[in-house]
T-cell receptor, first 113, second 111 residues
């Protein structure tokens, strides 16, 4: 079946550097994408979303880029902080009617002080 | 403002026992969802309810049943627990054009 996947299972960065987490999706019908952050023992927390009619969306220290041509999604975190250490998931909605999100397996971001 | 509340937070069951996981949201969302998360994995959809009175299967529904009791509450039942159902279960709710809000999870171990 179609699924969402991630290129890198673990990403280690230095505090203050920028982080880029990548995600590939295979369902061309997906129209809505979300990045979630999950800290140990907690539920996923929303970071930022983007719709398929957009290429880029910015939030506070985060930017999501969507490349529909190659079905690629990325999350950029500026000036990464220790508090950013977590597992990051991308999720896509491929069934507009039910708005059910399909999640990837996640990337662990480790921020080194 | 509690958001999405799940109970219990932890549970240990013996194989064959039954239990119900409770979920409630106070955001007046129409849609509610149950996911499971296995170690090192993403979240997989078990069942969802697009609106009060309706439920539908997700990716991994076998071994589970659900009830949308009212707009606020959506429960997940394991009739005969199996070790393969050891996982962390997350309830989520959302409405159109918004983010999904997740509960804190129920860590279930079946021995």
């Amino acid at each position: 079946g179609e699924s969402v996947g991630l290129h890198l299972p673990t990403l280690s960065v230095q505090e203050g550097d920028n982080s880029i987490i990548n995600c590939a999706y295979s369902n061309s019908a997906s129209d809505y994408f979300i990045w979630y952050k999950q800290e140990s023992g907690k539920g996923p927390q929303f970071i930022i979303d983007i719709r398929s009619n957009m290429d880029k969306r910015q939030g506070q220290r985060v930017t999501v880029l969507l490349n529909k041509t190659v079905k690629h999604l990325s999350l950029q975190i500026a000036a990464t902080q220790p508090g950013d250490s977590a597992v990051y998931f991308c999720a896509e909605n491929w069934d507009t009617g039910r708005r059910a999100l399909t999640f990837g397996s996640g990337t662990r971001l480790q921020v080194q002080p | 403002n509690a958001g999405v509340t799940q109970t219990p937070k932890f549970q240990v069951l013996k194989t064959g026992q039954s239990m119900t996981l409770q979920c409630a949201q106070d955001m007046n969302h129409n849609s509610m969802y149950w996911y499971r998360q296995d170690p090192g994995m993403g979240l997989r959809l078990i069942y969802y309810s697009a609106s009060e009175g309706t439920t539908d299967k997700g990716e991994v529904p076998n071994g589970y049943n659900v009830s949308r009791l009212n707009k606020r509450e959506f429960s997940l039942r394991l009739e005969s627990a199996a070790p393969s159902q050891t996982s962390v279960y997350f309830c989520a709710s959302w409405t159109s054009n918004t983010e999904a809000f997740f509960g804190q999870g129920t860590r279930l171990t079946v021995v």
